[in-house]
């Protein structure tokens, strides 16, 4: 039979240990905050030339999360999901149109998906988010000119997250050139606006 300040000692140390286990976990957790956009207050927009002036348009239904840790922010994540047959463009034809089979497809392919790969810091409260874009089932990989508006209290509570990104990508990589006889009426690059209100998780 073991000593019973020995077992005593073994006691103590357990305890310690647990404690400290417990008291790193809770942290680790603390440190992470999850934030789901709010599309409400959010907005996807995107331009693209047309002859010489740019036509504007948006996307109106989406979701997505973002995971922040404000102790080193270079190690937040997104994830967002856009549905395609929210496109508006102020010209019903045309929205009919880009959801064909021209365009994006919107039957066979219903949503574009954006995953962030990594957080780079640019700058007080500026961000080049890295991630896969996928349209159309295929993925390229873009980077979000991103700033950090702020966190703080909403309303009833509710703990907030402000961002704002951009980026450019080229419809050719997508597929999205549509009919030959569209090639010069419009350009390649598509710029694409985007500002988030997220709400924290509890």
């Known amino acids: 039979m ?17 404690a400290s286990a417990v008291l790193t976990l809770g942290t680790a957790r603390a440190a992470t905050e999850t934030y789901a956009i709010d599309p409400v207050h959010s907005s996807v927009g995107f ?8 036509v504007q348009g948006k996307f109106t239904k989406f979701s997505g999360t973002i995971t922040v840790d404000r102790a080193n922010l270079e190690k937040s994540s ?21 959801k064909s089979p021209d365009f994006f497809n919107a039957e066979k392919y219903p949503a574009m998906t954006f995953t962030s790969t ?4 640019t700058g007080e409260d500026a961000f080049d988010i890295t991630g896969d874009l996928t349209i159309k089932g295929i993925m390229k990989r873009v980077v979000l ?17 402000g961002w704002e990104a951009t980026t450019t ?13 569209l090639g010069t009426m419009l350009g390649d690059d598509v710029t694409i606006t985007i500002a988030v209100e997220s709400v924290l998780k509890k």
């Open 2 to 18: 073991l000593p019973s300040s020995f077992v005593h000692r073994l006691t103590k140390i357990f305890l310690a240990t647990a």
């Open 47 to 54: 331009s693209i030339r047309h002859f010489v002036s740019k």
């Open 78 to 98: 997104v994830t967002a999901k856009i549905e395609i047959a929210s496109i508006s463009t102020a010209d019903p034809d045309r929205d009919t149109h880009l």
């Open 118 to 121: 990594s957080w780079k810091k």
């Open 145 to 161: 000119k991103t700033t950090l508006l702020g966190f703080g209290p909403g309303s009833q509570g509710a703990q907030l997250s």
């Open 169 to 181: 990508v080229k419809k050719a990589d997508f597929d999205l050139t549509g009919p030959a006889i």
